[in-house]
């Protein structure tokens, strides 16, 4: 398997997306329940969700990159993953804890990117013939 420098940075990235969602999970668990409305707890804990499950998505198409380094669909899709994952969390952790509504229009370019990013894996693994 090839362990390169992206590997390595990829798979570094993942583990901080992994321990920064426990960790605001657990803030928002424990030091913003009796700062926040229910429906904007809600909202927050929708960014750490959604960061767990895009950090899995992140560390599996990582992997399928070090499996099949020469496929450049699959380096965008990291990409893709990696930025959309952070607008849309952290738009909606800083719409939640700094009351600021107008983040909640840049959310959506976070979940669209994700969107791509993982049509674009379904893509890059049905056209990998080599």
Partial sequence: MIYDRRARFFLAITALLMASAIAFGAFGAHGLKKILTPE???VF???VEYQFYNTFGLFFATVL???????NKLKVVQLLILVGTLIFSISLYLLTILNIPILGA???IGGTLQI???LLLAYAILKDNK
């Fill in 40 to 42: 904007m707890l809600k």
């Fill in 65 to 71: 990159t070090m499996l099949r380094p020469y496929n």
């Fill in 106 to 108: 840049i959310t959506p």
């Fill in 116 to 118: 791509i990013a993982y």
């Fill in 45 to 47: 804990h929708t960014g």
